[in-house]
């Protein structure tokens, strides 16, 4: 049910800042987007879904939706919405940091 390939939609302060891809599979997801990487784990219990995200910078140009930072780990929290996740969080050690994350299942994945 929730493994698959989902859009990602990235939100600080109310404006619309970044766009990804996360692959959900088993308890842990990966990603990226034109500048980082997301690796990380979840846990979902009922309809509530809470998530470890390391991101890290690839492509030499830092420009996170929080600006020009290299790498950062994320913890967020959720539900269950109707066609993916809604989740906030922020980063570790920086709580004005905030982000708001929409992910929208866009496929499934292939069968092993």
Sequence with gaps: MIAGIYSARFKVHDYQLGLGIVVIDGHSLHGGDYDYVYKGTYRLEDQ????????KNYSGKP?????????????????????????????????DLIVHIELTKISELTDR
Excluded at 48 to 55: D, F, G, I
Excluded at 64 to 72: H, K
Excluded at 85 to 93: D, K, P
């Design 48 to 55: 509530t879904v809470s998530a470890s995200v390391e991101v």
């Design 63 to 95: 420009n996170s939706v929080f600006g020009p930072i290299a790498a950062y780990r994320l913890n967020l929290a959720g539900i269950v919405a109707a066609h993916g996740f809604s989740l906030s969080g922020q980063v570790v050690g920086q709580p």
